[in-house]
């Protein structure tokens, strides 16, 4: 499944991202150096309500966001794995303990620690189009 999109139609391509995904947990979002990752993640709390300030958790390895739905209080964990070595290094850092909690987990550079993803992991690769437009493309649902 693809969606393509810009800065100006990220909401609505957040908001079909959610329909499609429904209740899976984990997303490993896969792309170069600048393609959007945190920029759609960003997007994508929004969506859910997110008040929490979004941004990159390049330095924290993990942030954890705050949402309300259905009158209950729900939690979204952002990971940033660029600058761990390997799987050894995720679980150090508690990585796994979010991954594996039910909780929505938004994971960038998954490729750094691919053996700690569970079997139902959606990937999702973002590409650059143009200085404008991205391609989002979701796998493994």
């Known amino acids: 499944m693809q969606i393509e ?40 709390c929004d969506i859910k309500g997110v008040k ?7 330095f924290s390895i993990i942030n954890e966001y705050i949402f309300s739905e259905n009158s209950q209080s729900k939690k979204i964990f952002h990971i940033d794995l660029y600058r761990l070595k390997d799987e050894k290094e995720a679980i150090h850092t508690g990585v796994e303990e979010c991954i594996y909690s039910n909780h929505i ?27 404008d437009t991205r391609m989002l493309t979701i796998r493994d649902i």
């Open 52 to 58: 929490d300030v979004v941004g990159s958790p390049t």
């Open 105 to 131: 987990c938004f994971v960038e550079w998954p490729e750094k620690a691919p053996s700690i993803f569970p079997a139902d992991t959606i990937h999702v690769f973002i590409e650059l189009i143009n200085d």
């Open 5 to 44: 999109f810009t800065l100006k139609s990220i909401k609505p391509a957040a908001e079909k991202f959610w329909s499609i995904i429904g209740v899976k947990k984990v997303i490993a979002f896969h792309g170069s150096m600048g393609a959007g990752k945190t920029t759609f993640i960003h997007a994508l």
